[in-house]
């Protein structure tokens, strides 16, 4: 076994010895499926603390000639798949970590010679009868050894990324590096020796001009998942496990660490979820492992509508970002939409494939993205901050005539760029205006645009202001009184037998139908008028509904 060339599994087993250790090894079901293919290119992104290493380490433990793991797997996952031990340890792996090479290279200039020099030493110790002094790179190399043995390679490497990211105005790297990759994985003579090629970091591959620089790969991204979505961090079922092993609250952990949608799969923060359940601390832990200073720059970058749509988005909105237009290279970022999309890569933003629209995926970053801008005293957004807080005052002051105006003011001097011309747009407004709600509250629950005119806002106080702050209800009604909204919100609480009803949590909205309703002595009824009794709807429910929820009947 050697470092870098069929190395032991001791790194894996260091994860397999964590308190919270979750199986993904599934991941290796896919690989092995994909072997000696055209798709046994991989490259899988995501953002720091998301398991990336781990997934690296899982990959030379099973495949790597250098150990004997069939005792570590055999009770995970992969130990009950059919091929299992066909490929257990069966093929010569190389396994490279960037970050640890950059961190141990003297001068930055030599890192890709060092890389090469250091895997060649150790190839040349295991075919030294092939490998002759004159090699001089690993493609050649690879090259040599499957013509002389008919041996393929696994080729693993780890933050992948980190010269494109950390070193991005360095040119002259960049370009070797990717010249280096090219020849280790493009074109016809990597197909020979390559078996399988698995990359890992934060960013997808560089493009150049409108593609890959390495296009034979398959992509899975935090913008476009696919297949590989369950294994990228801790899917919702597994989150529920957990808590319930820790006996901790499911519904505050979600609000706190869930928010990334990963095709059907809400996908959380492992390093938050793991720490959260043995530490029993609900806070931001994004700070211990990558501080907020990254996006510094980013957001205050000075693209049209990029620091509206922050603020939009702490507010709980959504926005519409075309991540197509971004080159996964930092250095090359010209437009609000390339700001956003690589604030999705850095984990700082969720990412709707279906609606295309960004947004903030839970109040651990939410706090991270408030403290960004915090530190550098965006104007714009101490002078809003001031404004949202009168108008979260005077709604809760009920004085109607200071809320028109402060929406007025707000809209005027922040977002006049929204044109408040129907009830939809009159929503994004609001969106923005209520910022200073969410330090009280959770996310408002937003009803999206159906085509039947109304839109609304159910702001839900956190548990720990619900004694002094209520719940709010915001009716929207473009060129209507408030007596139409008030007698909308009316109509909404009178059920009947058969009606349509949205149950809201915090985090979710369902539609469920009416089967039953009682008065509050129990008697079965036909109808529960507003607002002269209590009365219980009976609709059924498959879960636990959490509190501080809310019901709401659906009208034409």
């Known amino acids: 076994m050697g470092r870098f060339v069929n190395p032991d599994n001791s790194a894996f087993q260091v994860a397999l010895n964590s308190k919270i250790y979750m199986d993904k090894t599934g991941l290796l079901e896919y690989t092995n499926s994909v072997l000696d293919t055209p798709e046994a290119y991989i490259c899988n992104s995501r953002p720091r603390r998301f398991g990336k290493s781990y997934t690296a380490n899982m990959l030379a433990a099973y495949y790597s000639k250098g150990c004997d793991s069939e005792k570590m797997f055999d009770g995970l996952t992969i130990g009950k798949s059919s091929d299992f031990k066909k490929h257990l340890n069966k093929y010569d792996v190389i396994h490279i970590d960037v970050q640890w090479f950059l961190s141990s290279c003297a001068d930055i200039k030599s890192i890709i010679s060092y890389i090469t020099q250091s895997v060649l030493e150790e ?123 820790y006996h901790k609250d499911f519904d505050k952990v979600k609000k706190w660490y869930d928010g990334y949608l990963l095709r059907d799969y809400q996908v959380y923060n492992p390093r938050a979820v793991v720490s959260v359940m043995l530490k029993g601390e609900y806070k931001s ?21 990029l620091k509206t749509s922050i603020i939009e988005m702490l507010s709980g909105a959504s926005v519409k970002v075309n991540t197509a237009t971004f080159k996964n290279d930092t250095e090359n970022i010209k437009s609000r939409d390339d700001v956003l999309t690589y604030m999705i890569h850095l984990g700082y933003l969720g990412y709707n494939q279906k609606t295309r629209t960004a947004f903030v995926p839970n109040e651990e970053i939410r706090q991270e993205l408030a403290n960004a801008i915090e530190s550098r005293k965006w104007d714009e957004m101490a002078a809003f901050q001031r404004d949202s807080n009168k108008l979260l005052n005077a709604t809760l002051d009920m004085d109607g005539a200071s809320v028109a105006m402060q929406i007025e003011k707000i809209h005027n001097e922040h977002v006049s760029v929204i044109q408040y011309n129907n009830e939809n747009s009159l929503s994004s407004v609001l969106a923005i205006a209520y910022l200073s709600s969410m330090e009280y509250y959770f996310k408002p629950v937003r009803e999206l645009p159906t085509g039947r005119g109304f839109a609304d806002f159910v702001f839900i106080p956190k548990p720990e202001y619900v004694s002094s702050y209520p719940a709010l209800v915001v009716e929207l009604k473009w060129n209507k009184n408030a007596e139409t909204a008030l007698q909308q919100i009316k109509e909404r609480n009178y059920f009947k037998v058969g009606d349509k009803v949205t149950l809201f949590t915090p985090h979710d909205e369902m539609t469920f139908t009416v089967s039953k309703i009682y008065d509050d002595n129990y008697n079965l009824v036909d109808v529960a008028r507003h607002p002269d009794n209590i009365y219980f709807i009976g609709v059924k429910i498959d879960f636990d509904v959490c509190a501080y929820s809310m019901l709401r009947k659906e009208i034409n």
């Open 123 to 245: 190839l040349k110790e295991y075919y030294p009868e092939v490998l002759p002094n004159e090699v001089l790179t690993l493609a050649d190399a690879l090259s040599r050894i499957r013509n002389s043995t008919g041996q393929k390679f696994i080729v693993i490497i780890d933050e992948w990324d980190i010269l494109i990211r950390d070193e991005a105005t360095n040119k002259a790297v960049q370009e070797e590096y990717i010249y280096f990759l090219r020849g280790l994985f493009k074109g016809t003579e990597p197909t020979k020796y390559i078996q399988l090629a698995y990359l890992t970091g934060i960013l997808p591959i560089k493009k150049e001009k409108t593609q890959s620089a390495l296009n034979n790969f398959d992509e899975f991204t935090m913008v476009s998942a696919s297949t590989l979505a369950p294994f990228i961090g801790f899917t919702e079922e597994e989150v529920k496990n957990l808590c319930e092993e």
């Open 285 to 305: 832990y994004w700070s211990e492992t990558a501080s907020y200073e990254a996006i510094v720059p980013l957001i205050n970058m000075n693209y049209d509508g």
